[in-house]
């Protein structure tokens, strides 16, 4: 059987080493670093909350168009886990048979569009989902780096330190994250799931270098242009 249309090459993620990691959704978890929440205006005592974006926002490019429809682009430095096998309701102590790598990446976000849609009580979809918002480096597979749950996370730009927080700040853990997604969908091979990002949160602009670490990770570095006319 033929397809009716081309859509190209299946969307993957470069792996570390060599190899690819074929993706299917992407799951992001909101305000899970207790000073996010509170910069956000909120008390760091809410239980953190998930909402996606497409797999077509993933994009390891050195080079990021700045989107159309927003004047307050933001960055939020998040620690990307992978699921390498899939499971329902999986258990906290269960969680690291079900990761195969973790990565660097950016949570982009229209802030400005979000902020119109928590006024209106609407979805935060567009805000948080294009070709090209979830900027990250390469996967680096846990049976290289194992399962870093504490260590320094990064974001500057032009060389000034924006955000600096560290993995073990997490409200939900890694391992509660997937435990707690799980128990509402079934997580398949090749999700991933975004882990939150910790306080300073700040526009960026065409021309911007982004340089994104996680001690035991890895790095990803990348500027935003400006839009084609
Ligand atoms: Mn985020």
């Not at 982009?108 to 805000?127: G, H, M, N, V």
């Not at 974001?155 to 391992?175: F, K, N, P, T």
């Not at 435990?179 to 700040?202: C, K, N, W």
Request: aromatic share 6%.
């Amino acid at each position: 059987m033929q397809d009716l249309i081309e859509i190209g090459p299946r969307l993957v993620l470069p792996v570390a080493g060599g190899g690819t990691f074929p993706l299917r959704r992407v799951f992001c978890v909101g305000r899970n670093y207790v000073e996010h929440a509170r910069e956000m205006g909120h008390s760091g005592r809410e239980a953190p909350f998930f909402f996606a974006k497409c797999a077509e926002a993933v994009t390891t490019a050195g080079r990021v168009v700045y989107p159309p429809c927003t004047a307050d682009l933001h960055h939020e430095v998040e620690l990307v886990v992978a699921i390498g096998a899939g499971g329902h309701d999986i258990a906290v102590g269960a969680a690291r048979d079900h990761i195969c790598g973790y990565t660097v990446g950016i949570d982009l976000t229209r802030r400005d569009l979000q902020a119109e849609a928590k006024k209106l009580a609407r979805p935060w979809y567009l805000a948080k989902s294009w070709v090209g918002a979830a900027p990250m480096g390469m996967l680096q597979p846990a049976s290289r780096i194992g399962h870093p749950r504490a260590g320094r996370i990064a974001l500057s730009v032009g060389g000034e330190v924006r955000q600096a927080g560290d993995l073990a700040e997490m409200i939900w853990s890694v391992d509660e994250i997937v435990a707690e997604l799980s128990r509402f969908d079934v997580l398949l091979p090749g999700d991933l799931i975004m882990t939150g990002t910790p306080a300073g949160v700040a526009a960026v602009v065409p021309g911007d270098r982004l340089l994104a670490e996680i001690a035991g990770v890895g790095r990803h570095e990348f500027e935003i242009t400006a839009a084609a006319r």
